[in-house]
Structures are given as structure tokens and as C-alpha cells.
């Protein structure tokens, strides 16, 4: 059984930073694509940012472009997003997911999640 567990979420002011890590425990895949969704109450689960298992390859949703940087431990089968000026639109639950054959962009392509971690961004 593959565990993804996610932390670093918080209450922080709008502009501040955050970074959230994740590591996958259990039956772990050695080289596995990851990646960060999130979803804010009230709407459905969105992408924000994957990577692919040898980290040559990151992709972004287009709302965190700029601001947000996922990246991979030296460990392949952690993952961290370092989230910088955040905005109040960024407040959700962020959920670390992983995946065999994909790198992780649509809710599809991920075989495990975590359990998530709460970000709140205050105005």
C-alpha cells in the first residue's frame, strides 16, 4: 500500500510564502511522477504544478506561474511546492499525487493521493 503524506499547509497573509512537502512511504515506486492539486471549497480539484520522476520535466497550471516552484528531493520519492505571493485564490486543500505512466496533470492520470493539507490565505 503506496502512502503520499503531504505537510506544510497554514494560515498565512496574502503575499507570504509557503512550502509544502510530500513523501510517499509503503510500496513505494522508485521513479515516480509527482505533482500538487488542490481545491478550493466549492469547486472540483485542479491542477497546480507536476514533475517528472528524473525532475527534467515541470509543468504549471497557469494561475501559479511565476509564483509557485515544485521540485523533487534528493530521496525521488519526495516532492515539495515552495508557493511564493500567495494569493487569497490560493486558499484550498492541496493534495500531493503521484503517478506510474504519467506525469500527473489531469485527475486521471494520478494512481495515489495524499490525504491533504490546508493552505488559507488571508486578504
Known amino acids: 500500500q503506496v502512502q503520499l503524506v503531504e505537510s506544510g499547509g497554514g494560515l498565512v497573509q496574502a503575499g507570504a510564502s509557503l512550502r509544502l512537502s510530500c513523501a510517499a512511504s509503503?510500496?513505494?515506486?522508485?521513479?515516480?511522477?509527482m505533482g500538487w492539486f488542490r481545491q478550493a471549497p466549492g469547486k472540483e480539484r485542479e491542477f497546480v504544478a507536476a514533475?517528472?520522476?528524473?525532475?527534467?520535466?515541470?509543468y504549471y497550471a497557469d494561475s501559479v506561474k511565476g509564483r509557485f516552484t515544485i521540485s523533487r528531493g534528493n530521496a525521488k520519492n519526495t516532492v515539495a511546492l515552495q508557493m511564493n505571493s500567495l494569493k487569497p485564490d490560493d486558499t484550498g486543500v492541496y493534495y500531493c499525487?503521484?503517478?506510474?505512466?504519467?506525469?500527473?496533470?489531469?485527475?486521471?492520470?494520478?494512481?495515489?493521493w495524499g490525504q491533504g493539507t490546508q493552505v488559507t490565505v488571508s486578504s
Open positions: 514533475i517528472h520522476w528524473s525532475g527534467s520535466s515541470e
Open positions: 499525487a503521484a503517478a506510474l505512466n504519467d506525469v500527473p496533470r489531469r485527475l486521471h492520470m494520478v494512481s495515489h
Open positions: 509503503g510500496r513505494t515506486f522508485g521513479n515516480s511522477n
